[in-house]
């Protein structure tokens, strides 16, 4: 579902990247990539600490994404990220980081199924429709969930 949201909102969150923080598209493209990937990332590190909990209640509306420790943390992995792998500075890197994680967050959660996110569609979330996320983030899941 990552993989889906960001092909939906990349038009979009290009645009942002553009006008509010002077990003040219080839910066824009890095950004988006790596935000994709440390975004990912960061599900799969909650998922597998077992703050399986945390990620419903984000996700299903029950806390809010303001003041987050979750969105907090994504983000200041996305500013490393953004400093050390796309060569943005610091101020940069915080203010982008600090607008994207949010951002994703709030499209992933407009998203919830009917009745909103449950362990199966969390793991639909976090690992996408196959492969290694897919198979860690079930088996993880399991073991928290039985």
Known sequence: ??????STVKGE???????????????????????????QTG??????????NGLLNLFNGKTGMQ???LISGMATQLIGTLTSKVGLNQQMASSVGNFIV??????????KPSGGFDVASLT??????????????????SKVFG
């Open 67 to 69: 003041g987050n420790p």
């Open 43 to 52: 599900l799969m590190k909650e998922v597998s600490s077992g703050n399986v």
């Open 1 to 6: 579902m990552i993989d889906k949201i960001f």
């Open 13 to 39: 969150l290009s645009k942002q990247l553009g006008s509010k923080f002077q990003l040219d598209a080839p910066q824009a493209e890095k950004v988006i990539a790596a935000s994709k990937d440390s975004i």
């Open 102 to 111: 949010p951002f994703i967050m709030g499209k992933l959660a407009d998203n």
């Open 124 to 141: 639909n979330l976090v690992g996408g429709e196959g492969g290694s996320l897919m198979s860690k983030a079930k088996e993880t899941l």
